[in-house]
Structure formats: structure tokens, C-alpha cells
């Protein structure tokens, strides 16, 4: 019985407590905050906690808000209607968008900083599944994600198929790939390696390690385009006024690519946290559905719950081949979607009409699936 | 006529005095050394003078010792003849091992340093150019490179076509996408942000900042490599002996490929130079055959070389299309040939039976292209 009352107004957050949270690896976090955002559009008759849910998992560096993100995709009449589902949406644990992380108070009253433990995927499920019992919510009609997202969905289908109706992961894999966690930990560096680092327990100075995260955000950039549509966009033009085939090489002279990615980084430090960062990019690394279950074949072969599969044809980051091993293991697997883009990864956020479709597609099948509980 | 008495012994280097080397842009380097290996077997009776000269193109961290990085490929009875051809092969203007680079000494005896200019693939084929005159070199049977060789091959084409009976660029395009710069520029970002760098004039300095080119170096070994082949060899093991799933993230618990790609980056501080490696990734930035000829196309289209065009299926960096798009447009297109390969951009190197048989292919076209003078 969903607690309607703990329900913020649609669009917009509450913060509840979860209880503590016990790791894979075995740290208690204390009292773990989440943050999270409900969508549902009063004018049904359909009370909000009567509506079947939909369980929204948000990218690494995404939030609770997922009309923000995903505006094309969520609201009354868009694929995920807010006019007939109950939609929620959690920032992980881990983050810096309002649940415990981090940057967050640790019981003695300074941020946790490098006493946060290393967390997994598995990790977040379990803080976001202490949320919905709290919330009362034991039925989920549909589990949606992509990315880090993705790899939420997948385990929420293996660690809780009793209240999951159906799942849809997009644009991920079944566990990190080797060249993934080569890129991912080298973003990780480049934050150990700004001085302001400082172990990770900068919270109490003046200044954070945010070059350093602007350097991985960089990187990190590139590895969700694809190289047709960067290039289709920049080429090889320089930045309005800047010559970077002048005499002598200016760092101050560039490439509109290079400006685009300096922006990038720039609008990350405003509003992302560099502990934060370092903390999911890790749990990014252990994503292995494979890991305690006998493998990852054995694991996906056991899975119970209906999921259709996503991916962009020009995915470098995780590639759609991944896309294709998880529909061929996946124990009730009901469908592979395509979207095809020059944008690579990130294809999932810009091509609106192609994942909007998809969107549909998944949620009409769930529907079939979903019998009303009696 | 070959000055045969300018030649080091077959197999060693020697180091000329090319003369000032004119930038594009316009600067001067006054007394510009290059050193250049030499291959030719003795154990013929055609004099090495006489023979038809190959001249071979190092890529970003190569040198002139190509029977060291390409040592399947060049020797007696290999796919490159030694006992047939005369084989060179130049370190590039502004590189670090043996020709005129940023840690070299200025006219004033101090490293250039940050006055060394912005050069561009032209630059260094202006210098090897010069080089060739030196040496009596008026007839080129073919030049042959890859990445950054392949650049030079074809400005080498474009630029004295007069002399230049064939040309083999291989794992290369007419000119950096935007997704290249942007990989390539973040690193010299990576360079810049390590505090010994010191603006570019660390070389009278005790410390060099070596650990901001092994950042670079980590996430281009990552673009050189595809990922089926990284994951193939690593997957998600850990390192013997370390534990990256541990209660508490530690840098020193590491996956495999993390130590892995501190091996690469640690290989390279060892033997390369951070100033060249700014120089030389800017000029890959600056790599353009449009530039001042009206356009990459219509400069690729009055070509006169006879040109043969090789790449690597899963290239990431230099894309199969961007070899296409060069085959479609070369004014005298003599053939395409794929490497099929996991192993990415890295394939020229890795897979020698492949990369044997598009030498032997090509080497025989040349022959057939190749008049003896009379």
C-alpha cells in the first residue's frame, strides 16, 4: 500500500530516510538520505498510488529530476504519461544531488569524503529498494534505465524479480568492459592527481579538485559521442577569433572542439561533486552481474522478469554488441531495440523521436504482462 | 645521385643537417637536424644507391628505427626487402630521438623549449624533404606509413609528387576529425596541468612532468586499441594480488587493464619527451590536405601519385569510412585494403601476417608502376 503521503507534489523532491545501508564488501552507512522525485499528473481519476509505477534509473552524472533530463520522454501524453503512471525517480546513493554521498554529513558532522566506502551498482538497488519500502510500494510495473541506469535495471531484475513486472536496460552491458574500466579508471586519476584532491577530504577547503574533473568529464564526453556527430558539428574549425594553426601553439587558441569541451567540463563543475564523480565511476567499474552468481551467462540465464534490451548502433562507450549478448542470455528476454544515430551513446537523451518509440513499444508489452493485482 | 658515403651502416642511424626549415606558419628553425636509419643488406650486387628507395614514415612515438617497431615487416626476405630496396627512415622534426625537437638545443644553447614553433604535417615533410636533397635522393619508389606516418605519406604525395613514384597511407584520413582533436587536445591539456611542465621550459629543471604525459598516454593507448581485443585480455580480473571490489576504493587495488595501462604510460616516461609529445600531438591536430589547396577534396582529387589506401576494421581513432572517404577522392586511387582485426588502430603494427601481404600487394603495383631511368 503506497504511502501517498510521503509522496512529494508532482515534479518536484522529497528526502527520506532509508535506514542504514549495508555494502557488498560489508560497511554499514549509517541512515542513508534519498532523494527523490515523483511525476503524476492530477487530473485522472486514478488516484497517483493506484497507478502502476514506473521505476526511472538516472544516468552517472543525472538526478532525481528526471523532466529535466528526459523532458521529451516524460509528462501527460509523452511516452512515459504522467497521466496514467506513478513515476519516481531516485538519486543514487553515492550522489550529490540530495542523497547520501560523499559530500554529505557523515554522524560526526563532516562530510564523509574518503570515508564513503567503495560502493557497487548492487549497492544503489539495495538503498533505492529501502526506499520503496518505506514508500510502501512492493509492485514495480516497469524498471527503466540507461547507463548507469542500465546497469540498475539489469540488477534490480536479478536482486528483486518478486515485485519487478518488466525492465527495459539501455545502452549497457551485462558487466563493465575491460576498455571501460581502462577509460573510467583514468578519469578517476586525473581527480586523485589535482592537488586539491587531497585523499578525497577537500570539503573543508576553500577549493575542489574541479580541473581534475573537468579533465575526466573531457574524456568522458568523447566516449559518449560518436565521432560522426562531433565531427559533423566541429570538423576541423577553429573558435570564433582563435587561430590554433598560428605560429606558435596557444592553449588559448583552439579548436571549436576543443571550446565545446571545455564547456562541458565547465558546466559539470558547477553542479557535480568530484567525490561524488570518483565514487559512482567506481561502481561503474565493479558492474558485473556475473560477480557471486556463477558467471554472468549463468546469471542473466537465471533472470525471471520480461526485459526488452536498447542500444545505439554507434555506441563506443558500450557497444552494441554488448546490447546483442544480453538479449541472447537473458532468461525472459521479449525484445531488442535499435536506435540508429550518429551520436553514439548518448543517443539515448538526443534522439527523442527513436527512444520515445521505443518507449511505447516496451510499455505496451509491459502492459500485456502486468495483470491488476486482485 | 645518391651520396652512398652520407648513408650510416645498414641497420644504424645517422644525424644531417638539413638546413633552416621554414614552418607553414611562418617561422624559421635555424640548423635543423634529422636522424634517419638506413636499411639496406649488403649481400646483393645491386649497389644500395641503385636500388629503389623506400621511405618509410614513423607514427606519434616512433622513430627512425622502424626494424625495432616493425620488425616483421623490414628485413632480408621480408615483406619490406632489404635486400632489394634501400629503406629510410626518418625521426620527424620535432621529435625526441635524434632530430631537431623542443628538448634540443636553441641557437643560445638552451633547449627550445616553448619557443620551438606550431609545426604541421607539412613541416615535417618540408624537413625530410630537405633531408632527401642532402642525401641526393631525387626518386622516391614509395612511400609507406601509418597514423601519423600515413599523414606525412600522403602530404608527401600531395606536396613533391615529382619525385614520388607510389605512396601507402595506412590507418589515416585527409585531415583530424573533431573527435580526434578533442582526444588529442585534452592530453596536451593533461601535459599542461602537470606542474612540471612549467609553460613548456622544464628542461633545465631536475623533475619533468612525465606523469601528465602518462595520463595522455593512458587514454591514447585506449584509442589505439579496440576494445574487443582489451577486453579479450583482461575483462574485468583484477590485478594478481589486488582487490578493486574492497570495501574502501584504493588506487592501489587495481583492475588487470589499470595495470596495464600503467605499464604503458610508464614505458613511454621512459622513453619519450613531453615537449615532443605536445609538438607532434598539435601538428596531428593541425593535419588537414584541404588547408590552403580549396578543400580536402579537391586537393585529395588532383593527387598524382598512384596511391594504395590500408586501415584497420575496428579502428576507433582513424575509422574505417575515413579510409573510404580517402579511396573515393584520391585522384590516382590503385586500391583499398582492410586488416580485420579486434586489436583497433594498433592492427598496422599487431598483425603482421595482415599487414605483410597489403606491403607485398603494394610493393608489387609499385613495380609495375616504377620505369627503370634510363
Known amino acids: 500500500m503506497v504511502h501517498i503521503d510521503l509522496l512529494p507534489p508532482s515534479g518536484t523532491s522529497a528526502i527520506l530516510n532509508v535506514g542504514d545501508v549495508v555494502t557488498e564488501a560489508g560497511v554499514t552507512i549509517p541512515d542513508v538520505h534519498l532523494s527523490f522525485h515523483a511525476f503524476y499528473d492530477d487530473a485522472t481519476s486514478t488516484p497517483a498510488g493506484d497507478r502502476p509505477l514506473i521505476l526511472l534509473e538516472h544516468a552517472l552524472t543525472g538526478d532525481g529530476n528526471a523532466a529535466d533530463w528526459w523532458s521529451e520522454m516524460i509528462g501527460a501524453g509523452k511516452p512515459l504519461d504522467t497521466s496514467r503512471y506513478l513515476v519516481i525517480c531516485s538519486n543514487v546513493l553515492g550522489g550529490c544531488q540530495g542523497s547520501t554521498g560523499p559530500s554529505s554529513p557523515h554522524p560526526d558532522g563532516r562530510?564523509?569524503?574518503?570515508?564513503?566506502?567503495?560502493?557497487?551498482?548492487?549497492?544503489?538497488v539495495t538503498a533505492e529498494k529501502q526506499l520503496l519500502d518505506v514508500l510502501g510500494i512492493d509492485r514495480v510495473h516497469a524498471v527503466i534505465g540507461a547507463s548507469m541506469g542500465g546497469?540498475?535495471?539489469?540488477?534490480?531484475?536479478?536482486?528483486f524479480p518478486e515485485i519487478i513486472v518488466s525492465a527495459l536496460p539501455i545502452a549497457v552491458s551485462a558487466r563493465a568492459s575491460a576498455w571501460q574500466i581502462g577509460m573510467q579508471s583514468s578519469q578517476i586519476r586525473f581527480i586523485e592527481a589535482d592537488p586539491h584532491w587531497q585523499g578525497g577530504d577537500y570539503y573543508d577547503s576553500p577549493d575542489s579538485p574541479a580541473e581534475g574533473m573537468g579533465q575526466a568529464r573531457r574524456i568522458a564526453h568523447l566516449t559518449y559521442r560518436g565521432e560522426l556527430e562531433v565531427d559533423e558539428r566541429f570538423g576541423t574549425d577553429p573558435q570564433q577569433d582563435e587561430n590554433p594553426y598560428g605560429p606558435?601553439?596557444?592553449?588559448?587558441?583552439?579548436?571549436?572542439?576543443?571550446?565545446?569541451?571545455?564547456?562541458?567540463?565547465?558546466?559539470?563543475?558547477q553542479r557535480f561533486d568530484a567525490g561524488s564523480y570518483v565514487v559512482l565511476t567506481d561502481a561503474l567499474n565493479r558492474h558485473d552481474v556475473g560477480r557471486g552468481r556463477g558467471g554472468m551467462n549463468a546469471a542473466l540465464a537465471r533472470s525471471q522478469v520480461p526485459t526488452m534490451v536498447a542500444g545505439v548502433d554507434t555506441d563506443i562507450l558500450y557497444p552494441w554488441h554488448q546490447q546483442e549478448h544480453l538479449s541472447r542470455n537473458l532468461g525472459d528476454f521479449i525484445g531488442l531495440s535499435q536506435i540508429t544515430s550518429p551520436t553514439g551513446h548518448d543517443g539515448f537523451l538526443i534522439e527523442g523521436r527513436q527512444m520515445g518509440q521505443i518507449l511505447?513499444?516496451?510499455?505496451?508489452?509491459?502492459?500485456?504482462l502486468d495483470q491488476p493485482s486482485l
Chains 1, 2 share one sequence.
Do not use: C, N, T
Open 111 to 124: 562530510a564523509w569524503g574518503s570515508r564513503f566506502p567503495g560502493i557497487s551498482i548492487r549497492d544503489m
Open 151 to 159: 546497469a540498475r535495471a539489469l540488477e534490480w531484475s536479478l536482486m
Open 248 to 269: 606558435y601553439r596557444r592553449s588559448d587558441q583552439r579548436f571549436a572542439v576543443e571550446s565545446y569541451l571545455d564547456r562541458q567540463a565547465d558546466k559539470l563543475k
Open 360 to 368: 511505447q513499444k516496451f510499455l505496451r508489452k509491459a502492459e500485456q
